[in-house]
């Protein structure tokens, strides 16, 4: 994945999605009419959990579907030609995008979660968010009945800013291709990540959610890294050290890997342990026996744990993440989230910490 197409995929999000080196060609499906039966029958059975009782995802529409043929017609021919487009193609469904794996995955967890806590409302909630107009939600209900998707909330801003509305659904995690939206988000104290389409797509569990975690700047603050930055490798080396036993500050993703740690307790209550469909992970270049003790102790500290540790002491993520097959893999740093594409992983980048102004260099050794 070139940086230049990793680039293009966080244009502004009033029009679709540009491809990012996808290996489909972000065509349309032709028909509809078979799943979108069998979809009415398995929604007829459900109902949407209230929003501050669930675990909200918002995912936009451009990471949820491939929406490139769309996007060229949005360039060339204006925001008009755009929503007649739309209508005009409104019995065709979108194919799935980079987010599709994801959101299905959460579905499968949830439907676990319904045959052990039948009342329970604590599911995950899937939110459809969308600078669209409201003419082009006919097409998006098409494709959600198409692909047989439990979504139920949209939000169709049509070119409005989507972040209060985030808000009041009491959002836990936020997936856009916009990643001014992100950062916005982000500031606003909402988990949030840009996605991109990798260059080739790796086969990921039906039946198991995977979320890999890097550690700074995404479950943890950036204290660590602003070190590194600021003054190498040793300095680092020698802060961590000196700071083993003082509790790392929260990353922006922190909350979200909390959520996701209530809902696999309530699997282990009924004796799933072992074959829990929810398995995190945490993927960090920082080393082991120099630096890891710290985050493994912070994350203790905080009632939390990650299923699986790897401290790569600097070395690539990607082949790690490529056994791994997680559904999304979350990052600062777009060299990290670059490599893991490259390999096949749902990569999504956190533009969050001191690393947004600094460059990542091949020669770093450490890292997060």
Not at 57 to 64: E, F, G, K, P, T
Not at 157 to 162: A, E, Q, Y
Request: aromatic share 10%.
């Amino acid at each position: 994945m070139s940086l230049d197409s990793v680039n293009a995929a966080t244009a502004q999000e009033a029009g679709p999605c540009p491809a990012v080196n996808a290996t489909t060609n972000g065509d349309s499906l032709s028909s509809w009419e078979e799943p979108k039966g069998l979809y009415h029958q398995n929604a007829s059975t459900k109902n949407s959990p209230k929003p501050e009782n669930a675990v909200t995802i918002a995912v936009s529409s451009r990471v949820l579907f491939r929406t490139e043929k769309e996007d060229i017609v949005f360039r060339e021919k204006g925001v008009e030609e755009y929503l007649n487009y739309q209508v005009e193609h409104e019995m065709e469904p979108f194919a799935p995008g980079p987010a599709f794996p994801f959101i299905k995955a959460l579905e499968a967890v949830n439907t676990r979660l319904r045959d052990l806590y039948p009342d329970s409302e604590e599911l995950f909630d899937i939110v459809l968010v969308t600078y669209n107009h409201a003419h082009v939600g006919v097409r998006l209900i098409n494709t959600i009945n198409y692909h047989n998707l439990f979504i139920e909330r949209f939000c169709m801003t049509g070119g409005s800013s989507p972040i209060g509305y985030l808000k009041a659904f009491h959002t836990n995690l936020y997936l856009s291709a916009d990643s001014e939206k992100v950062r916005e988000a982000l500031a606003e104290g909402i988990a949030a990540a840009t996605m991109f389409t990798p260059d080739k797509l790796t086969e990921v569990s039906e039946t198991q959610l995977r979320v890999a975690f890097d550690g700074d700047a995404v479950l943890f603050s950036d204290e660590s890294e602003r070190i590194y930055k600021a003054h190498g490798l040793d300095k680092f080396f020698e802060h961590e050290k000196e700071h083993e036993n003082k509790l790392l500050d929260h990353g922006p993703l922190k909350g979200f890997l909390e959520a996701l740690g209530k809902l696999q307790k309530k699997f282990y209550a009924k004796g799933h342990r072992l074959d829990c469909p929810i398995r995190t992970y945490l993927v960090t270049a920082r080393s082991a026996a120099s630096s890891g003790i710290r985050a493994l102790k912070t994350l203790r500290a905080w009632g939390l744990e990650t299923d699986e540790a790897l401290f790569l002491a600097g070395a690539p993520k990607g082949p790690m993440l490529e056994k791994i097959r997680p559904h999304i893999y979350f990052d600062d740093q777009m060299f990290h989230v670059k490599g893991a594409a490259e390999m096949g992983t749902i990569a999504a980048h956190v533009p969050y910490g001191i690393a947004q102004k600094y460059p990542h260099k091949k020669d770093m050794g450490k890292a997060k």
